[in-house]
């Protein structure tokens, strides 16, 4: 498990603690795509693993994911990797440079999602969009939201953790917890602690659905 920062790793070991199945290792490797990558390397270069998972808080798009739900990612996008033009944003993959998104490895998504649910946690899948500057307007909301249909969650690592996943050849998942509506700023209304606690709550109901 990749997080950015030690409270969300320990609310993820929170979680696993409990499971009878072999244990995980949770690494926090600090925030924004370019730190989540190389954390991620280093990681998947000193041990073997058969799957990445990027985990943590985020913010949830309106009337996608409200606060307080959980994200599973179907595909991870870096949603402002590409060109601003006259005409508009153009994304990585029509300047002939790379890959912008990576798609979640559909089996563990599927099992995931499935724990999940029989949990009774509030799950939306969707796309997890990954940007090196957080979203803090209704405009821009609004623009990734068109520019990505059917975004649920924005974050700061998961593409990252992604690249590094596919250089090694080792699928990956992302999921996240909702701690506030992607948009204007509004840190009273941020519930991070909760968020947290939903984190613990998810990982513990994933217990044996992980493995293929």
């Not at 950015?4 to 070991?13: H, I």
């Not at 309106?62 to 601003?84: C, M």
């Not at 204007?184 to 606690?197: E, G, N, V």
């Amino acid at each position: 498990m990749i997080t950015a920062v030690s409270a969300e790793r320990d609310a993820v070991l929170g979680g696993t603690r409990s499971w009878r199945t072999p244990a995980v290792d949770a690494v926090a490797v600090g925030v924004g795509p370019a730190a989540a990558a190389a954390g991620t390397a280093a990681a998947l270069a000193r041990d073997p693993y058969d799957l990445v998972l990027s985990a943590g808080i985020g913010g949830g798009f309106a009337g996608v994911a409200p606060v307080g739900s959980t994200v599973l990612a179907t595909r991870i996008v870096a949603a402002d990797l590409g060109a601003e033009t006259a005409d508009g944003f153009v994304p990585i993959e029509e300047l002939g440079f790379g890959t912008g998104a990576f798609e979640a490895d559909p089996d563990r998504l599927a099992h995931a999602g499935d724990a999940l649910r029989a949990a009774d946690i509030p799950l939306t899948v969707g796309p997890a969009l990954t940007v090196s500057t957080v979203t803090g307007t209704a405009a821009r909301a609004a623009l990734l939201s068109e520019r990505h249909p059917g975004a649920a969650v924005e974050g700061m690592e998961g593409f990252g953790v992604a690249t590094a996943a596919a250089a090694f050849g080792v699928p990956v998942l992302e999921l996240r917890t909702i701690s506030n509506a992607v948009g204007p700023r509004d840190r009273a209304a941020w519930r991070i602690p909760a968020a947290l606690a939903a984190l613990t709550t998810a990982f513990a109901a994933l217990e044996g659905s992980l493995t293929r």
